[in-house]
């Protein structure tokens, strides 16, 4: 199938408005940087985090389920979750390892987001590398498996007592120090490729339009 020539036919049913508010979130969308919920088990989180990848342009979420079932907030994602694509790892009997597998396997530095002796503070993290970053359970943080694999470690300044931030906040402190100097950065290939970028916007549209799947149904039937 000819995915541009299907993508204007679908485009057709679309406002102006609405196609050029897809081309320029798209635009500056990215994979170069993704997120791993490992083991979030509380549905306000878990529904913040989502917002915050649609939030940063962060396109992928993948979602370790090893023990808690990753659940969703009424209401709280605004929507969120049909615009950010979510990877479910909870069929495996490893399913952390599938995660860590699968992203390594796709060149993603594995970044560990908690206090380390070997750790960096998050603005001096270098950003030229294509990088996971994993976020643990609320009360006990990330598993041995992924801090005995985790190449690189970064936390976040504090200067109170406390001695972390929520889950939604680390998340939301860290994206916006990477993806502020990813779209500052002249000489990082940050974007998505033209192929991702057509396929996202394909599905956007069977998302967006009325009887999308009916729709498309014709379409192929047609062509």
Known sequence: MDKEKYLKYLESYLTPRRNSLFDEVISNRTRHITVVAEDTYQDHNASALIRNCDCFGIQDL??????????????MTQGSDKWVDLHYYNEFEDN??????????????????????????IDDYDIRKKSAFFFGKEKTGLSDKVLDQATEFVKIPMYGFSESFNISVSAALILKSLTDR?????????HLSKEEFT?????WCL???QNGEQIAERYLEEN
């Open 62 to 75: 993948h979602i370790i389920e090893e023990i808690n079932k990753y659940r969703l907030a009424k209401g």
């Open 199 to 203: 396929d996202i916007k394909i599905d």
């Open 207 to 209: 998302k967006t339009i």
């Open 96 to 121: 952390t390892q599938m995660c860590i597998d699968g992203l390594k396997a796709k060149g993603y530095a594995i970044v560990a987001t908690t206090p380390h002796e070997a750790d960096s503070l």
């Open 182 to 190: 990813l779209h500052k950065s002249k000489d990082i290939n940050w």
